[in-house]
């Protein structure tokens, strides 16, 4: 007897191959507004069609890119880098009481606080001036090389990364503005004074450099390191 079954339909027959990633279950990737035709404003977030050049709602000029966005990266964190070694080894606060002056370090006025008992205060100095400044630099290191080589991390967390450090950055300033309160609070002539030091303006250099190298980097190159990815990141 004759096999009564209906032919499959070569349509609804297609191959398990041939369905897309995401029917299988993976990760689509992301579709970046290059790709879709249009390019962003990072003034006013706008959306504007390729190719133009001026965003209509604030006039900013229109880059689908940044041009050399990752050597002024590096540019601006190696100066930043070589501005924090000197404000670590030279003295932040220069303490005189009756005539002695007392030059400290900022890892040194972390001791001091240590030593005194201020637990709280030294904590909130050690992270905004050793923590936090060496964590940017690291991160913003391997943002850069993520964007030339694959990562473990997702395109969603490295974005989140960056706009953490971009965040951030502003409070690296604790230390200069305790050194300025200080200055200008304590100033009783030859009985106490406290003057700032040389690593003061160091550490303002190195804070403010790290922040343009923050600003320089074009954070649509991490979205387009994924799109260069020979498989999703997992």
Known sequence: MADARPLAHPLTAAPQAAQSPAARGQTARPLTA?????????????????PAEVCPRCGSTLHARFPRSLQRVLAWLLAGLMAYIPANMLPMLITTTLGRSTPNTIVGGVIELLHYGEWEIALIVFAASVLIPVSKFFVILYLVWSIHRRSRLDVHTRIVLYEVVEFIGRWSMVDVFVVAILTALVHIGFIAAINPGPAALFFALSVAFTMLSAQA????????SAEQDPAPHG
């Open 34 to 50: 290059r790709a879709a035709g249009f390019v962003g404003c990072r003034t006013c977030g706008k959306a504007t069609p390729l």
């Open 217 to 224: 980097l074009d954070p649509r190159l991490i979205w387009d």
